[in-house]
């Protein structure tokens, strides 16, 4: 197997792994765990094709994309601690007032 | 990413409205830090800010800049239109609404000209990176617009949802363009243009995989069936006026950057089935959105469905990318921008509770009330359904021509039929308005002379649009002739 297939692989896998936990589990910081999952799923890709290409632009991408993820992970802890304050509980389905 | 030369001559004045936007948010929060008597002026300097955006349009330099990462050019300046005009009058319609909620803050406008930033450099955007920061830069500033009011659990409900959401959508947006990269060795998108232009290229499995990642992630910012299903409750939780920028300007900036993709796909397209997902997604869009809007009372929540319809409209056009097409989306999204937060903005004059429904009930009778507002609401709904003399028609009627001119009769008959079923809906707001009695203790309109400006400002454009097009169309022509032109 080339080596490029291998760490495809390994990222889609990790991918998955997130993409599942995002779907099934419950629990807010869980959920943001598997968004962090599936993001640096994307960094490995991206350094393995860099690395096949010998281009340095996947490199510089995946800098910029774990800057992004602690943004994003912040304003996310964030809502979490409001939705604690306002509910006492930081489930998912605990959000659910909203519906047609 | 060619980093040599690093910068070109005038790369100050490319990103001129975009500085002005960042230095004036930043001006904004010290401001309100350092002289908080003054708070209620914000809002008032927030106009002035988004004006000199405006008008530090006319010393842009044109062309590419940053090591071919950032192109300014006339489509650029026609969807800056948008963005600057949505962010008018979102910040016009918040300054009472804010007041009114007691929010004080001149955050609120940061964050509101931060996420303008980022749509302008999703516009902008020449490389796959420029794109996805500027998707992040404007994601990040919704999410906390969208929990503004901290206190009410449904604003917090919808910044949740919109955040997992949004953050699901990222991830699979990054997935495609890891893919992308990694097939077409750049993720600048002249580079990728190229690439698809080689007549010996074979569209791999993971080529399609790739694709229909990058369209699932844009189709959750978009709001597109099947991936809509948060935009009814972010809306409905949302601040009001942040609903109808939302409805609004992130959409617009998402369109223009598939456009840039799609136009750089170009010469595969004939040979893949890519395409027939976007117009399965269009058809699914238009339906849905239109017949589970009929069922709605909540006017925010039918305003969001109406609004997946209203994007399915404008997929029909990305379907073949012409000048026509680009033309087309460019003027749908100034009039959509007018028409949808005019709506928008009558909504958040409503002075209730805003953890409880805005339904059809509370606009009963309006029209004998407040004649203004009720005009105003009347007006927009008109154009949103896309009767003449109304800018809502000559827009749709721009989208659905160069679809038949495309070939797409067919889709374009099922977004007639649908948009003739949408009518029902649209006019059954005016028939509250007008023809319903407004029963006791009726929901008071609370709406100040910023407000008020915005809702003119909505009708005056809307109307010179419809009845005086043909500037606008000339300008998005020959934008789009030149976008297309490399």
Redesign the interface.
Known sequence: MPE?DAW?ML?GTI?TV??VG?IIRRN?IT?LMC?EL??N??NI??V??SH??G????Q??TI??IT?AA??AA??L???I??YR??SSIN?DE?????? | MNLTPLLEAHWINAILPELVLCIGGMFLILFDAFAPKARSLTGPIAVVIFILCAWSQRFVAVGTFFGGTYEVGGITRVFDITFVLAGILCTLLSADYLEREGITGGEFYALLMWGTVGMMMMAKGLDLLIIILGLELLSICIFVLLGFQRRLPVSNEASLKYFLMGAFATGFILYGTALFYGATESTNINVMARWFANPDVTITPLLTVAFVLLMAGFGFKLALAPFHPWAPDVYQGAPTPVAGWLSVAPKAATLIALIRIFHAMGPVLPQTKWMTIVAWLAVLSMIIGNSVAIAQRDLKRMLAYSGIAQVGYMTIAMLTINEDAVASIAIYTIVYALMNLGAFGVISMLAKNQNDPQTLDDIAGLGWRRPFHALALAVCMFSLSGLPPTGGFVSKFYIFRTAVQSGHTGIALIGIITSIASVYYYLRVVYYLYMKESAEGQTRIDGGIFATGALAISIIGIFLIGIWPTPLFHAASYAAHLLLAR
């Open positions: 490029i495809l990222s991918f997130g993409l995002v807010m959920v968004i599936m993001l799923a994307v890709n991206l393995a094709f096949r290409l281009s340095l632009e996947g510089v991408f910029f994309i992004v943004g994003e304003v996310g964030a809502i979490i409001q939705l306002l509910r998912v959000a659910r007032e909203l519906n047609g």
